[in-house]
């Protein structure tokens, strides 16, 4: 039902900023919370923000203050505005849809998938 494709990765210098995009297909996009996890190499696939269907965020600890969600409707996209990157930020970054109607920070309840983009950050 839903289509995600993400952008936007690349190599940044620690402390330097990056935006993810996440363009989405479907009916409903706005109907669905989004969110954005990351994996790094050896490394289970961890949690990063959410945003609902409604504007409400939240983030993990590990990033909150320096990265911001977002989402435009109108142009079936979320954002992931990261600032003051830090090494351990490097990942492949992964864009996902969920039928929940808050924010979620589970895996599990995601149900669509990008494919990811990769992030690394150079000190």
């Known amino acids: 039902q839903v289509q995600l494709v993400e952008s936007g990765g690349g190599l940044v210098q620690a402390g330097g900023s990056l935006r993810l995009s996440c363009a989405a297909s479907?009916?409903?996009?706005?109907?669905?919370?989004m969110g954005w996890f990351r994996q790094a190499p050896g490394k289970e696939r961890e949690f990063v923000a959410s945003?609902?269907?409604?504007?409400?965020?939240g983030y993990s600890d590990s990033v909150k203050g320096r990265f911001t969600i977002s989402r435009d409707n109108a142009k079936n996209t979320v954002y992931l505005q990261m600032n003051n990157l830090k090494p351990e930020d490097a990942a492949v970054y992964y864009c996902?849809?969920?039928?929940?109607?808050?924010?979620?920070?589970?895996?599990?309840?995601?149900?669509?998938w990008g494919q990811g983009t990769q992030v690394t950050v150079s000190s």
């Open positions: 479907g009916r409903t996009f706005g109907s669905y919370t």
């Open positions: 945003i609902s269907r409604y504007g409400g965020r």
């Open positions: 996902a849809a969920s039928g929940t109607l808050g924010i979620s920070t589970k895996l599990n309840e995601y149900d669509y």
